[in-house]
């Protein structure tokens, strides 16, 4: 009478896979912050394609303070990155490193339904935008 005694219902904890999460739990719903862009030459409701800023000493001052504020918790603080997500300092400068940032930051990153970086879209202009992408610039490292 060997009855062979099946072990069901071990539930084995799996551990999450994406790299986001639990830092994304760790802090909550994190609000955007809006970003003061006084001072910065206005560009008007439709997107430019290259970054009208490059170098602006300003631009560069207010998107450091945007970056710390709503990127650095995932891209790292100085845009240098912990490693869970890419770090900035290698985007590609130029405007193809332009487009590709902006595609980015405007509609964030889905991976299977949920977003592994949120869309700023709704919460930046694009004064703000390219302010970040300016100090991004000044952060970058071949
Ligand atoms: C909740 C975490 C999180 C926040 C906050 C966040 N990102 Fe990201 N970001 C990511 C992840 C993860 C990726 C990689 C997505 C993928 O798999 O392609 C990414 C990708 C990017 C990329 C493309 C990088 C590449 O090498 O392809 C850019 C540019 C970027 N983020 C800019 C920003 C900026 C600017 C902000 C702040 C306004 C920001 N991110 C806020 C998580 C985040």
Excluded at 30 to 38: F, I, K, L
Excluded at 42 to 71: H, W
């Amino acid at each position: 009478m060997n009855g062979t005694r099946t072990v069901a219902g071990l539930a084995l904890v799996a551990i999450a896979s994406g790299v986001v999460a639990p830092l994304a739990m760790a802090h909550g719903d994190v609000q955007p912050q809006a970003v003061n862009t006084e001072g910065l030459k206005p560009l008007g409701d439709k997107m430019l394609e290259e970054n009208p800023y490059r170098g602006d000493p300003k631009a560069i001052a207010v998107g450091f303070s945007a970056f710390t504020q709503n990127c650095a918790r995932c891209h790292g603080l100085e845009a240098i990155s912990g490693g869970l997500a890419p770090d900035l300092r290698y985007l590609e400068l130029g405007k193809e490193g332009d487009t590709w940032f902006m595609e980015r930051i405007q509609n964030g990153a889905m991976v299977n339904g949920v977003y592994k970086m949120p869309p700023f879209k709704t919460v930046f202009n694009q004064e703000a935008m390219w302010a970040i992408r300016s100090y991004l610039e000044s952060r970058h490292e071949d």
